[in-house]
T-cell receptor
Framework: QKEVEQNSGPLSVPEGAIASLNCTYS??????FFWYRQYSGKSPELIMS????GDKEDGRFTAQLNKASQYVSLLIRDSQPSDSATYLC?????????FGKGTRLHILP | DVKVTQSSRYLVKRTGEKVFLECVQD?????MFWYRQDPGLGLRLIYF???????EKGDIPEGYSVSREKKERFSLILESASTNQTSMYLC???????????FGEGSRLTVL
């Protein structure tokens, strides 16, 4: 099993709808979880971090963590064309930050 | 403002050449990382460093070495470049309190 798994997509979502991105991880001792956004030709940038079970909201973004199920998700409300990018899930394991392969999100105007 | 600077945006090297990729951060971070990013494979950790002169192997260290002589600088070395090391190389440094990574702009290496 891969350490951090994501569906590669592409995930196509109409503008204004909710985009739901999912990630599972294999190492139960992981404590910190991150979502990065990467536009084509650019470097990743952090959009959300989450450390405890439950939901964390920041503007249009909500991160959800379920440690029992080893599952992290990112919801993007009111999706905009500018949200079209690759979204990378990352996990902190023993100070190493390990990434999933990313999910390509395409917002349809 | 946070800054991670990679010395070269684009490099073309020949098989067997020694390659140095340099990364400098101005945030006084202790932890620095080197990743490579390939289509379909995502970001893979090559090496990371948690202090000056300290390093740990990541998931794909074969064919690479690193150097961290000063806190702000973390170098990736390809002793003898091979065509399968053609890739985008990303350097990052990490804040201790939040764990957030700040990335450089990347170095695209082509090995002929």
């Amino acid at each position: 099993q891969k350490e951090v798994e994501q569906n590669s997509g592409p995930l196509s979502v109409p503008e204004g709808a909710i985009a739901s991105l999912n990630c599972t991880y294999s190492d139960r001792v992981s404590q910190s979880f991150f979502w990065y956004r990467q536009y084509s030709g650019k470097s990743p940038e952090l959009i959300m971090s989450i450390y405890s079970n439950g939901d964390k909201e920041d503007g249009r973004f909500t991160a959800q963590l379920n440690k029992a199920s080893q599952y992290v998700s990112l919801l993007i409300r009111d999706s905009q064309p500018s949200d079209s990018a690759t979204y990378l899930c990352a996990v902190n394991r023993d100070d190493k930050i390990i990434f999933g392969k990313g999910t390509r999100l395409h917002i349809l105007p | 403002d946070v800054k991670v600077t990679q010395s070269s945006r684009y490099l073309v090297k020949r098989t067997g050449e020694k390659v140095f990729l340099e990364c400098v951060q101005d945030m006084d971070h202790e932890n620095m990382f080197w990743y490579r990013q390939d289509p379909g494979l995502g970001l893979r950790l090559i090496y990371f460093s948690y202090d000056v002169k300290m390093k740990e192997k990541g998931d794909i260290p074969e064919g690479y070495s690193v150097s961290r002589e000063k806190k702000e600088r973390f170098s990736l070395i390809l002793e003898s470049a091979s065509t399968n090391q053609t890739s985008m190389y990303l350097c990052a440094s990490k804040t201790e309190n939040t764990g957030e990574l700040f990335f450089g702009e990347g170095s695209r290496l082509t090995v002929l």
